[in-house]
């Protein structure tokens, strides 16, 4: 069994109302639940378009600032919920192809773990993304020497 969290993006524009919902799965342990706590907040943040195509790209985490620079989406939900790019599953496609440009203040002394946090919070008022906890059974594959080793190891305990 595999922790998911799904998000679901509620209405940013008409088109994104009748996307499915983009899974996430869990290899870490997601943040406690509820997925929909009130989050904290930047003090005051801008989020715009970025056309320049994929070329550079990068985030910048400060104690009183938080800076993104032609990022798509799906990395900013990545990051904010600290999941890995392969356990994000599905979603539209503008996903991966817009780009967004973030400068966002945020208050004195903030810890990354916070600005996480802050981000999440943005990406719910700014996207409308709303996010539910649910469990999965999935297919788990087991490196077969591994249970060699294991013989190995407990043969020579045993003498």
Do not use: C
């Not at 998000?7 to 088109?15: D, F, G, K, N, Q």
């Not at 990545?78 to 966002?104: C, E, H, K, N």
């Not at 600005?115 to 077969?144: C, D, I, N, P, S």
């Amino acid at each position: 069994m595999r922790y998911m969290l799904a998000i679901v993006s509620v209405a940013v524009t008409a088109t994104l109302s009748a996307q499915a919902p983009i899974m996430l799965t869990g290899g870490q342990a997601p943040p406690p639940p509820p997925w929909d706590a009130p989050h904290l907040q930047f003090e005051v943040a801008s989020v715009k378009t970025n056309k320049s195509g994929p070329t550079m790209m990068s985030m910048r985490t400060l104690p009183s600032s938080f800076n993104v620079t032609n990022l798509p989406l799906r990395m900013l939900i990545t990051q904010a919920y600290r999941l890995s790019g392969y356990q994000l599953v599905g979603g539209p496609s503008w996903l991966d192809q817009d780009r967004f440009d973030i400068v966002a203040k945020a208050p004195e002394a903030s810890r990354p773990d916070q600005t996480m946090l802050m981000l999440r919070g943005l990406l719910a008022e700014r996207f409308k993304l709303k996010v539910h906890g649910e469990t999965r059974e999935t297919q788990v594959y087991a490196h077969a020497g591994a249970q060699r080793w294991q013989a190995r190891a407990q043969a020579l305990e045993d003498h």
